[in-house]
């Protein structure tokens, strides 16, 4: 048995689940999700469990609270692993040289970007961690892609929506604020998205905007373009990200929710914007993928 220990919103919610199921097809094993650090949240709160929404594999179960020695012990081993290596400039090092150690015991201690893993003979495994790569599921994209669809129907009105998203040069602007802001994340400027709008109309013909964020009252007062939709339906986050994948192209903040709603959309010739600071700390993430437009 595989078990995830579930933490974050939905962008990391579907990165994680994204790597437990790549361990699960790659070990042939089943997965566990403990939901109890996201389970039991008021639904307006960021880090609600969500992935019910999606048509994730029966062959993974959740528990809300795992109450085994050997979990405890190995979430003790990513609390003090976090706790050591987060302000260490050399963590990715340290990591590296870790990671390997932690493989054979079937612990699985990823905070971030992408390290390579090593097969676990142990009976059952642990996964620790955000996962945030696209390399960690790659192989098994196809899959992915089909499991994290959402499988509530969305209400008319954003299906009336949608119609229209596939009938023009549709852009999704994902502002990202909320918890953000005074945190060790960056957050993207006024002027980041000006300047990528500008760049999508020198690449794209006839844009049409469509506006997503966690503080609309800010997006309205700061974008001001023409051609624009403000997405202030009050939709769940699972519904706003199902619309955003309907979407021709992209102007994505550095969060993991508008990277999934780049990654899922199906538009052959999509043009993604994205920021070139992810955080404000470390360096550049395993986030961006090829063919992207990065802007100041």
């Keep these: 048995m595989i078990y995830l220990h579930l933490m974050g919103g939905l962008g990391n919610q579907m990165f994680q689940y994204a790597f437990l199921r790549s361990m699960m097809i790659d070990h042939n094993d089943k997965g566990t999700i403990d939901v109890s650090g996201v389970k039991g949240i008021k639904k307006s709160a960021h880090n609600v469990y969500t992935l019910d929404k999606f ?6 179960k959740c528990e809300s609270n795992m109450k085994s020695f050997r ?23 340290y990591i590296k ?11 699985y201690c990823i905070p971030n970007n992408y390290i390579k893993v090593n097969k676990s003979n142990r009976k059952n495994k642990y996964l620790f961690g955000y ?50 802001v005074g945190s060790d994340y960056e957050v993207c400027t006024i002027d980041y998205y000006l300047n990528a709008i500008k760049k999508m109309n020198q690449l794209i013909n006839k844009c049409k905007y469509y506006i997503f964020s966690d503080d609309m009252e800010w997006a309205k007062k700061n974008i001001k373009i023409k051609n624009c939709v403000y997405m202030d339906q009050k939709n769940s986050s699972y519904e706003d990200l199902s619309i955003m994948t309907n979407c021709k192209h992209f102007i994505i903040s550095n969060s993991t929710f508008s990277w999934w709603a780049q990654f899922l959309a199906t538009y052959e010739n999509k043009m993604v914007i994205a920021p070139k600071k992810w955080h404000k700390k470390e360096k550049n993430p395993d986030l961006y993928m090829d063919g992207w437009v990065l802007i100041d």
Excluded: W
């Design 131 to 180: 996962f945030q790569s696209y390399s960690y599921f790659k192989k098994h994209e196809s899959i992915i892609r089909k499991e994290l669809q959402v499988n509530v129907p969305l209400k008319k009105e954003n299906q009336a929506i949608i119609r229209n998203m596939k009938k023009e040069n549709s852009v999704c602007i994902h502002i990202r604020r909320g918890d953000y």
């Design 97 to 107: 040289k870790i990671q390997p150690a932690l493989n054979k015991i079937g612990c």
């Design 55 to 60: 048509n994730i594999s029966q062959d993974i």
């Design 71 to 93: 979990n405890y012990i190995n979430f003790c081993v990513y609390a003090i692993y976090c706790t050591i290596i987060k302000n260490n400039q050399k963590k990715d090092d």
